[in-house]
């Protein structure tokens, strides 16, 4: 009853500490079940609670624990036991570098799933992640084609989720990078993707993606007009601690237009802001690929590139 309680706030978005009370007082009270669903109810709600107060220390030692004892259980076992705790890794296994991990992390969890399932597709986009993070974009072009096979009637987060995996690797094909099977319309894919008011990490990745295309395109005009909106946007969406290397990243794109579209100018104006994109965060974000698919330091190489070339 604590489980489906506690999931319950989660699903619906109403999780706090106080959901926790009673799942503490059992703990407190009692010792952990070695019987394997209880074992796994424990360790989900661990989970919970440490994302909820952004520990991901402990959320990446209770993930161990899991699995620990999962992998070590006598008797077979449902594949969600270990294929949740196995995903839940990922994103941590990414901001610590450990990328052999993360490889062996992604093909456990295919493992344990039928492709095509909603599962699978949250597995394929954190390899398209995994492969813009570690600047090898023909990971996230395989894993985007295998993936198109699979999205008849799907999610529309998933969609929307491919179609922004699309669109950065549109860019890659715009810079020459890789060839990206698909044409990219700007306009279509604003139009298409969707903007919940509140999802600033949505409209951090379109708005990195207007910015990108508008640009390697030679669009300067709209380039020019999406920059000058850049300070009433970074102040309506952008102002949290959270946001902070958007921000930087916005104020470097500021900086092509204040350096006239030179690749030295852009540099000596974004300096300080393109320093900072370097400057390794002191505390891990688990939610930073949610707002950052493509490194934004990354990002600012290609551009810099891309204006030496003119």
């Excluded at 799907?154 to 715009?174: E, P």
């Excluded at 698919?293 to 070339?309: A, S």
């Amino acid at each position: 009853q604590i489980y489906f309680s506690v999931v319950t706030d989660h699903r619906e978005k109403k999780l706090t500490l106080e959901s926790f009370e009673q799942f503490d007082e059992f703990t407190n009270s009692h010792s952990v079940l070695n019987f394997p669903r209880y074992r796994y109810y424990y360790h989900i709600l661990v989970n919970l609670k440490a994302n909820q107060q952004k520990d991901t220390k402990k959320f990446f030692r209770n993930s161990q624990d899991a699995l620990h004892f999962f992998d070590n259980y006598n008797f077979s076992l449902p594949a969600y036991t270990r294929f949740i705790f196995l995903i839940n890794l990922i994103p941590i296994l990414i901001e610590q570098k450990k990328y052999h991990q993360v490889e062996g992390n992604i093909n456990a969890c295919l493992s344990l799933i039928a492709k095509g399932d909603t599962n699978w597709h949250s597995v394929m986009l954190y390899k398209a992640l995994y492969g813009f993070q570690t600047n090898k974009p023909s990971i996230s072009l395989a894993a985007w084609k295998k993936a198109q096979k699979y999205l008849v009637r799907k999610d529309k987060t998933i969609i929307d989720r491919w179609l922004m995996i699309g669109g950065f690797l549109a860019f890659y094909h715009q810079i020459g990078r890789l060839h990206f099977p698909k044409e990219f319309r700007l306009w279509k894919f604003v139009n298409t993707i969707s903007q919940g008011k509140r999802d600033y990490a949505q409209k951090a990745n379109v708005l990195c993606l207007e910015l990108i295309h508008t640009l390697t395109a030679n669009k300067l005009s709209r380039f020019t007009d999406k920059v000058l909106t850049l300070d009433s946007t970074i102040t309506r969406y952008f102002r949290g601690k959270s946001y902070n290397r958007t921000k930087y990243f916005l104020k470097c794109m500021q900086s092509v237009l204040k350096g006239n579209f030179t690749a030295n100018g852009a540099k000596r104006h974004a300096t300080l802001y393109a320093e900072k994109l370097l400057t390794p965060p002191s505390t891990y974000d688990l939610n930073r690929m949610e707002k950052e698919m493509v490194p934004y330091d990354l990002l600012w190489q290609e551009i810099i590139r891309f204006l030496q070339k003119k």
